[in-house]
Nanobody, 122 residues
């Protein structure tokens, strides 16, 4: 059974920092491309940051320069460090694991966690 369990969210003051974690189980973590998404009320879910199985990263423009995505394949864990938090960062943050396996057929494996709430407010 695949599980992605996010943790580390909470209430943070503007300008503060936090580290989100996503513990994965039931998958071969090292072969998956991983990502952090977020969804604020009445908004669509958006990609925040992603890291490939090889370690390449990309970030949405709004978090570039103040966020770092990383992974520890030995611990099957994904991280997102966010600094200089702003009220507009308030959202539920979701962990995503995705891989396309090509053999006799092509199959996409795509898993989501249940999310962790981040609220940035004074």
């Amino acid at each position: 059974q695949v599980q992605l369990v996010e943790s580390g969210g909470g209430l943070v003051q503007p300008g503060g920092s936090l580290i989100l974690s996503c513990a994965a189980s039931g998958i071969i973590f090292s072969i998956y491309d991983m990502g952090w998404y977020r969804q604020a009320p009445v908004k669509q879910r958006e990609l925040v940051a992603a890291i490939t199985s090889r370690g390449s990263t990309n970030y949405t423009d709004s978090v570039k320069g103040r966020s770092t995505i990383s992974r520890d394949n030995a611990k099957n864990t994904l991280y997102l460090q966010m600094n200089s938090l702003k009220p507009e960062d308030t959202a539920t943050y979701y962990c995503n694991a995705r891989v396309t396996v090509i053999s006799l057929t092509t199959r996409l494996y795509d898993y989501w966690g249940l999310g962790t709430q981040v609220t940035v407010s004074s």
